[in-house]
């Protein structure tokens, strides 16, 4: 396998320096920090992801209030137990997004955080035992337990929460292919799962977190 130091280097060349690349870096934070927090937290973050897809982030932080405040604080057993009625008031509601789909889905996705919390016991607990060797397995599980969250979606949740990621951007896999990491064309399920696999090898190689590599090759080249 090729140098990865070699890639290090020239992410810090191309970024001013050393301290450039580590400002670029995503936090990740610790398994017992992510079992700190509760299924709501999980949940909001969730659906947050779910209605920013495709607008501006700021314009969704500004109405977010309201929307915790809507969706009971994003309590996953209350937005479940909400009727159809209720979710058809929210269509008259100015404070929030009024996307029908979105707002279904967020109904969808409270019954399917409720059956993964059944089963795992917590959603800290589902993303935190899931092995890293097999991070785009639980990408893939996300997108079908919950509605709009499939393409880059789960990765963005999981780096937004801390859990270490990867992220299949095309700045990735120019950079992996650039330095002779990779030779496919990084489209379809099978080519994300021989990335993944890379970029869990190189982790493994250099004690480095999967968010590390990653965001390193994507800020390598040009």
């Keep these: 396998m090729a140098d990865f130091e070699a890639v290090r280097k020239a992410a810090i060349t191309r ?10 870096l995503p936090k990740v934070a610790s398994a017992k920090k992510l079992k700190a927090m509760d299924d709501a937290q999980y949940f909001s973050v969730i659906s947050f992801r779910v ?20 969706f009971h604080g994003f309590e996953p057993k209350k937005v479940r137990a909400m009727s159809d009625e209720d979710l058809e008031s929210l269509m008259n509601d100015s404070r929030i997004i009024r996307h029908w789909g979105k707002i279904r889905a967020t109904h969808h996705n409270a019954a399917a955080m409720c059956d993964l919390v059944d089963e795992y016991g917590s ?29 880059r979606s789960a990765p963005m949740v999981l780096r937004h929460l801390g859990r270490d990621s990867h992220m299949p951007s095309e700045d990735t896999v120019r950079g992996l292919q650039h330095f002779g990491f990779y030779d496919g064309s990084g489209k379809g399920k099978k080519e994300t799962r021989r990335i993944g696999d890379i970029i869990h090898e190189i982790a493994q190689a250099n004690n480095c977190s999967l968010s590390e590599v990653s965001m390193t090759f994507a800020t390598s080249c040009d």
Excluded: C, H
């Design 15 to 24: 970024l001013g320096g050393d301290a450039a690349l580590k400002a670029r």
């Design 51 to 70: 209605f920013s897809a495709g607008l501006k982030r700021s314009m969704v932080e500004a109405k977010w209030p309201a929307f915790e405040e809507v």
């Design 123 to 151: 959603f800290a607990a589902y993303i935190t035992d899931w092995p890293d060797d097999n991070l785009v397995g639980l990408w893939e599980d996300m997108a079908k337990r919950f509605k709009q969250l499939g393409g």
